[in-house]
């Protein structure tokens, strides 16, 4: 199977370049595109460079566009993919070498929703206790992993990545504006109403269309928006 | 204190003008478009007539401005998107105002010259 993946060694490299490999997969036993990553780096090129940990879609790590659309290598199957599968880096963000970009625009955007719960009220002996359908509307929400595949599919996050939070970190700041026990909504809301945090969302459903955990961020958006209307009227 | 959507920044205000603007224009080409269907052959004496009522005026105006505001949003929006050179950006922004005030005073002079 051929591969053409993208190279840049900053230390070395004048600019990026594409790199052809052709591995045999049935003989390395690959599934997943990061199987024939790690083959390639284990048997062909160790110069390679890439980040994976958990190989099973749940740490996150290895966000990457492969044949132009943006997932986790260790989630999709080498028989989704036409050949030569090009591998490169996740756009929008600036490359540290080959596969791995900083994520440092992404992490800021997502402190800035400060993704934790906030609750003035005096804590309870036990626990804070929600309704089935209060924790119903978490469902959707809780399970991003911070891949950052949709803030990187978002044109809109390519033109400002530094005053649109993006995808990710809306659907974060969702999960905390419904959660029940969080007493800073009206804080929240307020904090995302300029013109860049959440309306330069245009709508593009590149997000929703890449999530490799099957989230939905443009709906997520577009409930921050109904529930800022809701806290006006 | 605790802050509110609406004492914070434009974003939210703007988003709100947007659509509501979006509706006005839409009852308006609707309303419109009843009246051509009402009156298949409209020439000029109905033309005339239907714009020299006071309120067709008034009505034609505040969709104009709507629609100017709803397209300087817009148009603000494209500029900080893709125009990065600061300076490019505000000669742009600016010759957006100056056309759209242009024409909502063009067109109110239009309508009150029937």
């Known amino acids: 199977m051929r591969f053409s993946i993208y190279r840049y060694n900053p230390e070395k490299d004048q600019k990026p370049y594409m790199q052809e490999y052709d591995i045999d997969v049935k003989k390395y036993n690959c599934h997943m595109v990061l199987d024939a990553l790690m083959a390639i780096k284990n048997f ?5 460079t890439f980040r994976r940990s958990c190989r099973e879609g749940v740490c996150g790590s290895d966000g990457m566009n492969m044949n132009g659309k943006n997932g986790l290598a260790c989630t999709t199957h080498l028989s989704t993919l036409k050949e030569p599968i090009v591998l490169r880096p996740l756009p929008g963000l600036p490359v540290v070498r080959d596969l791995i970009v900083d994520m440092s625009q992404f992490y800021e955007q997502y402190d800035k929703v400060k993704p934790y719960l906030q609750n003035d009220k005096p804590a309870p002996a036990k626990e804070r206790l929600q309704s089935p359908e209060e924790r119903a509307k978490l469902d959707g929400l809780y399970e991003c992993i911070l891949c950052a595949c949709c803030s990187t599919a978002c044109p809109s996050f390519w033109w400002n990545p530094d005053k649109y939070i993006g995808p990710a970190g809306l659907l974060q700041a969702y999960r905390f504006i419904v959660d029940s026990r969080d ?8 904090d995302l109403a300029d013109p860049f945090s959440v309306f330069r969302c245009r709508g593009i459903m590149n997000c929703t269309d890449v999530c490799p955990k099957g989230l939905n961020p443009a709906k997520a958006i577009s409930e921050i928006k109904l529930e800022m209307l809701e806290h006006t009227v | 204190m605790v802050k509110s959507v609406l004492g914070s920044n434009q974003g939210f205000k703007e988003w709100l003008i947007q659509r509501l603007s979006a509706i006005l224009m839409t009852i308006y080409v609707i309303g419109l478009v009843i009246f051509l269907m009402l009156h298949p052959h409209t020439a000029y004496y109905e ?45 742009l922004q600016g010759m957006v105002v100056v056309g759209l005030i242009a024409c909502f005073l063009e067109t109110l002079q239009i309508l009150w010259s029937v």
């Open chain 1, 183 to 190: 007493t800073a909504t009206e804080t929240r809301l307020a």
């Open chain 1, 44 to 48: 062909m090129d160790e110069t390679l």
């Open chain 2, 47 to 91: 033309w005339h007539g239907l714009f020299g009522h006071f309120w067709m005026k008034l009505a034609t105006a505040l969709v104009f401005l709507a629609l100017v505001y709803h397209a300087w949003i817009g148009m603000w929006t494209i500029f900080t998107d893709y125009i990065k050179i600061v300076w490019l950006n505000w000669l």
